[in-house]
Every structure is written in C-alpha cells, then in structure tokens.
C-alpha cells in the first residue's frame, strides 16, 4: 500500500494583507468605555528591523474574566454585501490589524480580567512573511505583581524570557509591547498541540 507523505508547509503571505484586515478591525472595545486601554507596539526581525507586512491578532477576556460570547466583529450589510463595522456597543474581545510601514500595530481593548490561575493577559497570534506557521504568545499588564509572579506560565520562565511577555505601562491606559521574531529578545511564542 502507498503511503502519502504530508505537503511540506509554506511560508505565510503577503496575500492575507489584502483580504484579512477589516475597517476597524483595531476598535475592540465599545466606544466610551472606562476600562478601555490601548495595546500597541511594533513587530521586529532578527535584525532589529520592522516587519511592514505582519498581521496581529488580539484576542481577550473582558474586565470580569469571562470570555465574550458576543458576534459582529465582521458584520456584513445584507444589502450591499459591503463591510457595516462593528456596533459599536458589543464587545467582542477579538481584533485583527496588519502592521504599517514602521511594523507598527495598535488595538483599543477592554482591560483583560484574570482566568483561573493565570494572570490577565491577551492572547496574540502572529502572522508575517516567512514564517511557516502563524505564532502565539501572550500580552501580560505589568500592574499586577503579585499575580504575574503566580502565573504558571510566567513563573516557569528566566527573568529575560518573561520580560517579553509583559507590556510596558504607558500614559493614559496604553501599553508597549513589541514583538521580536528572533534574536536577543526574542518574544515568547508558545505551542498548541
């Protein structure tokens, strides 16, 4: 009997540039909203450089911890077949940016409640050219010390390595938080199986 072996895989886009970004795909949260933050950084190579083609995926709890179960990030006029937006109430707890020329990215969000034992965090997933999969990691707030310590994840980690995986607190409820693909610095990424 022949056996098939697998399709090696490919590296990603840059085709996902043109057909994955959405009009405010960045606006996670509900306009108004008091526990809003902003969430930005930029995505770098191994040589320090910015990556102009990357798409950031962000996705997170609510204040309360709980995960929305709430649709309408892609809403889609039934007229017109056109893009209608989010409502501008819901909050979905999803949002989708590319990166622009500098590799910058950004999202308005909901300051993300604790879940079980780990500290609050948003969940990131990381597509950009060459890689051959797309790639997770985390968005921890660094406000919370004592639950960053007692994170599983975190405290398994060398101080270096955590470092990378918690956001610099900014002004006016934003935050940074880079992410480096490779080389000194280079941002957790984590493996589902």
């Known amino acids: ?13 840059p085709f996902y540039g043109y057909a994955l970004p959405f009009p405010g795909g960045g606006d996670v949260a509900p306009a108004g ?17 910015p990556v102009p083609d990357a798409l950031v995926e962000v996705w997170g709890p609510g204040p309360d911890g709980e995960l929305p179960r709430t649709g309408g990030s892609m809403r889609r006029d ?11 109430t819901d909050f979905t707890g999803f949002g989708r940016v590319p990166t622009d020329a500098d590799g910058h990215w950004a999202v308005r969000t ?3 409640g604790a879940r079980g034992d780990n500290a ?11 890689l051959t999969h797309h790639l997770f990691t985390r968005v921890h707030l660094p406000e919370n010390t004592d639950a960053l310590a007692a994170d599983p994840l975190l405290a398994s980690l ?15 409820g934003t935050y940074r938080f880079d992410i480096r693909l490779q080389g000194e610095g280079e941002t957790v990424f984590l493996e589902f199986t």
Request: hydrophobic content about 30%; aromatic content about 2%; overall charge positive.
């Open 110 to 112: 909901l300051r993300p």
């Open 33 to 49: 909203h008091p526990d809003t933050i902003t969430v930005h950084g930029r995505v770098l190579d191994g040589e320090g450089a």
């Open 158 to 172: 060398d101080p270096a390595r955590r470092a990378t995986l918690v956001a610099q607190a900014g002004p006016r």
């Open 120 to 130: 609050p965090y948003l969940s990131v997933c990381l597509f950009a050219r060459g």
């Open 78 to 88: 039934p007229v017109t077949g056109g893009h209608l937006g989010r409502n501008g």
């Open 1 to 13: 009997m022949n056996t098939l072996r697998p399709t090696p895989s490919h590296t990603v886009g």
